[in-house]
């Protein structure tokens, strides 16, 4: 993957929203990669990946009553370097309360939900990938199935994350889909490193895309900068708009 590629604002929602690739994927039932019995794990590198990658999703698998596994693997308290606002310290206790109260707006069953905590470091992941795959294999069955970003994602534990799931779902025999998150900040619509012919669309209702809105919105931290560090928030608006169309996509 490029340098550092999640810079400015990125690819606008309209570029996106004229894409050929786009218009032409091909959209898939969420129920057909997850059949009855099976269960789906989540590989999320921070608290709020999720739900911005896979919140339709989630809802989809939750209300039809499959069996859920969430993994989150850093507590993301380096998304505010330097911050007074927004220290670590305050960002390790947040961050996980935010995600929990974002899973509640989603509607997902919170009593039956199995959320495992990696612990790994914000930011760091790449330099654990190995022990990071082993722990991820350690919680595994052969007949799960995986979802986690990308592992050309553009932000370094986004890939770290998608490599070690990938890996450990092939030494188990579970099946792994990886999703798209920072892709759509720094990819063109019709980027040839993005691998479209395994790109399918889930598409979402209404009151699906609401509710992902609405639990987007439990990031608070995230929907915040510090003006007196420099940061900008890390969910400015036009982020959200493109995490928040009426489809989300999953490489098969």
Known sequence: MKTNPIV???TSLQQWQSSQHLADMES???LSLVPPGARAVIVAPHPDDEVLGCGGLLQVLAAAGRSLQLISVTDGSASHPGSTRWPVERLTVIRPQESAEALRRLGLPMHRLKWLRGGFSDTQVAARESELSGFIERHLHPT???FTTWSEDGHRDHEAVGRASAEAARRVGATC??????TWHWATPEDALVPWQRARKILLSPAQIAR???AVHAFASQLEGDPEAGLAPVLAPYVLDRLLQPFEV???
């Open 8 to 10: 400015g604002q990125g």
């Open 28 to 30: 898939i039932n969420i």
């Open 144 to 146: 799960d199935v995986l």
């Open 177 to 182: 889909h990886e999703l798209p998150v920072w």
């Open 212 to 214: 992902k809105r609405h």
């Open 250 to 252: 999953v490489f098969l």
